[in-house]
């Protein structure tokens, strides 16, 4: 049974900085070859796509996040990260990662982000 954990949400004052993790219970083979990523879902909103990483390391993000979020992965840690600087209220959400294996898609239970005015 695959499983995501997602951890480092939290409360932080607009400007400040979190970084959440997320860490994959499958073989680092496997892992490496699937590509990873973060969405997140705000009080009465569709989940979005934040930013995503393919298997070689190719990255991609939201237009509303460009410039302040990077995401990032550790192929032996088996981790995927996402670095939040300057942040917005905007920004409050339920932070989801997914792992994409092609075939088949696992999410995490996610992790919760408030940010303050």
């Known amino acids: 049974q695959v499983q995501l954990v997602e951890s480092g949400g939290g409360l932080v004052a607009a400007g400040g900085s979190l970084r959440l993790s997320c860490a994959a219970s499958?073989?680092?083979?496997?892992?490496?070859?699937?590509?990873m990523g973060w969405y997140r879902q705000a009080p009465g909103k569709q989940r979005e796509l934040v930013a995503d990483i393919s298997s070689d390391g190719s990255t991609a993000y939201a237009d509303s996040v460009k410039g302040r979020f990077t995401i990032s992965r550790d192929n032996v840690k088996n981790t995927v990260y996402l670095q939040m600087n300057s942040l917005k209220p905007e920004d409050t959400a339920v932070y989801y990662c997914?792992?994409?294996?092609?075939?088949?898609?696992?999410w995490g239970q996610g992790t919760l982000v408030t940010v303050s005015s």
């Open positions: 997914k792992i994409d294996f092609g075939f088949r898609e696992v």
């Open positions: 499958v073989l680092r083979s496997i892992f490496s070859r699937s590509a």
